[in-house]
């Protein structure tokens, strides 16, 4: 569910060392310079620091984990992670009417020449989605849902 999270690791809630035990520690790991805490994993490059978007398991597990303050603050699905999708059935490629028809037209808007961004607040969920084309969603990001 948007804002909530995937596989038992929630935003608001998890930490790095849970995101690590479900999905792996074949990741980069960046930490904060100040006091070491990690700031975010990321599974599209190994613990080498080598671009290895397609490697296996990466197309059913999150690009990126974000964190602040030992939290999980975001998590970002990019065009490799075609295997993971949202409640709704929203997934890498999904087209722009789908993403409306599931998650409604009540969002926040930032068009640009080659993407549009739809940011879902109250969800906790923002997609990017390709314009000119018929490529559709190429990533969505997962964060904390705000209630009015």
């Known amino acids: 569910m948007p804002g909530d999270g995937l596989r038992d690791v929630l935003v608001g809630r998890a930490t790095p060392k849970r995101v690590l035990a479900v999905f792996g520690?074949?990741?980069?790991?960046?930490?904060?310079s100040s006091d070491g805490d990690i700031s975010e994993i990321t599974y599209v490059y190994n613990a080498s620091d080598e671009f290895l978007p397609t490697r296996p398991?990466?197309?059913s597990r999150p690009a990126t984990f974000k964190f602040d303050f030992g939290l999980l603050s975001a998590i970002t699905i990019s065009v490799h992670q075609a295997e993971l999708y949202t409640t709704g059935g929203i997934r890498i490629r999904s087209p722009?009417?789908?993403?409306?028809?599931?998650?409604?037209?009540?969002?926040?808007?930032?068009?640009?020449?080659?993407?549009e961004t739809l940011r879902y607040i109250g969800l906790g969920i923002?997609?990017?989605?390709?314009?000119?084309d018929d490529f559709g969603v190429t990533s969505f990001v997962i964060f904390r849902q705000q209630r009015a």
């Not at 520690?25 to 904060?32: E, F, G, L, P, V």
């Not at 923002?126 to 000119?132: D, V």
């Open 96 to 115: 722009h009417a789908d993403v409306l028809a599931v998650f409604g037209t009540d969002c926040e808007s930032l068009v640009g020449e080659s993407f």
């Open 25 to 32: 520690t074949d990741a980069k790991i960046q930490r904060y």
């Open 57 to 59: 398991g990466c197309a």
């Open 126 to 132: 923002e997609l990017n989605i390709s314009r000119g």
